[in-house]
């Protein structure tokens, strides 16, 4: 069996450091991962293909562009690395960015069997991109991988067959297990001077957020009143700050002696961060369930979640971006009150070899 996984962005990356140590187990497979190279920037992809000691067979080298370009690109050269050089008899789809649909569009076109991995989840937002590829891809797909019982139950409402759904847990959890050795000896906390939970890790990104004055006020004072206790870790986007820059508003938060900005974060420093802090201040999707698993506070400015059961069985609690509400629920962490949570089901490091016994079983 011929296998190519189509990988793109940072939390794809992530979620398939395993897959060629497990497909060496099997005689009958041949895995080849192909780099869309959605994105290509050496803190975004270079860092982390070193990390894990993972090298794609092949790199599409897309590259910057809008997502009509991104996605037509990528289809093209899929398709002339299918023909010329690796024919799949299966296709591997991960997560919901532009690379998953172009990925899944591609095998649809020529005729090849196409699997997703971490199917089923909705946010039932239709303005999220993400959301839209996340539709798409599992319309056309022939196996569905799912991290959480939400994911069934979507498939299912939408009328995928009990048979071709396979619930194998949470790939982006056998990252963590697997690293959790090389996560500790991170010396981010000694770097920037942390001890462990007197601190607490913010990420910020999404254009709601980041790309309004209005929304880059809100974040400043939201920063001044966590300055007040604690110490804050805030690695930045670049977009962020040249908006903050185009606003005239990068100064203020400069100001702030709490605050600590860096750059995008290697996968150890962050995850390490992530597992000392206090509590977590986050617009992001993958944080929620490692910060569920790690069983650390989460609150996630955003009205909707395509990851339920990290808010109904685990640490993360929906919140709107109001300071009121935010100093609430951090009220509640600091006394105790705040939900305990619990990792969830099949969320235990070894999802990478459930999905190559329902591969070889199919």
């Not at 093209?76 to 690379?99: A, H, Q, R, Y």
């Not at 939970?197 to 001044?224: M, N, S």
């Not at 996630?300 to 300071?323: A, M, Q, S, Y």
Request: hydrophobic residues 40%; proline residues 4%.
């Amino acid at each position: 069996m011929n296998l190519l996984l189509i990988i793109g962005t940072r939390p794809n990356f992530i979620k398939v450091t395993r897959f060629k140590e497990v497909a060496a187990k099997y005689p009958n497979i041949t895995l080849k991962i192909a780099h869309t190279g959605q994105h290509y920037d050496a803190t975004m992809a270079d860092v982390f293909f070193q990390q894990f000691n993972l090298t794609p067979d092949y790199f599409l080298n897309v590259g910057a562009g809008s997502q009509n370009f991104q996605i037509a690109d990528i289809m093209l050269k899929l398709e002339e690395l299918i023909n010329t050089k690796f024919k799949p008899d299966l296709m591997l789809v991960v997560g919901d960015v532009n690379s998953t649909l172009a990925g899944a569009l591609t095998a649809n076109k020529l005729n090849i069997k196409l699997a997703h991995v971490e199917s089923g989840l909705r946010s039932f937002d239709e303005t999220m991109p993400e959301e839209i590829n996340r539709i798409l891809t599992d319309k056309i797909c022939n196996l569905y991988f799912v991290t959480e019982p939400s994911g069934s139950e979507n498939l299912k409402k939408e009328g995928v067959q009990n048979d071709k759904i396979k619930f194998v847990g949470n790939t982006m959890i056998d990252t963590l297990v697997g690293f959790s050795d090389k996560i500790e000896q991170a010396d981010i906390l000694e770097k920037h001077n942390l001890t462990k939970q007197p601190y607490i890790l913010t990420t910020l990104h999404r254009p709601a957020t980041v790309d309004f004055e209005d929304g880059l006020k809100k974040l400043i004072e939201l920063f001044e009143n966590i300055a007040k206790k604690y110490k804050a870790v805030f690695p930045i986007h670049p977009r962020t700050v040249a908006n903050l820059k185009k606003f005239g508003l990068y100064d203020k938060l400069m100001q702030n002696k709490n605050l600590i900005i860096t750059e995008p974060l290697d996968y150890f420093a962050f995850q390490k961060l992530i597992k000392y802090s206090k509590f977590i201040i986050t617009d992001s999707g993958g944080i929620q369930e490692e910060s569920t698993f790690l069983q650390v506070p989460c609150l996630t400015l955003r009205n909707n979640t395509e990851r339920p059961v990290t808010c109904t069985e685990g640490t993360n609690t929906l919140v709107k971006f109001d300071i009121a509400e935010i100093s609430k629920l951090i009220s509640e962490i600091e006394n105790g009150t705040y939900k305990k949570g619990k990792v969830p089901a099949l969320w235990d490091g070894h999802a990478t070899e459930r999905i190559f016994e329902a591969l070889t079983s199919a």
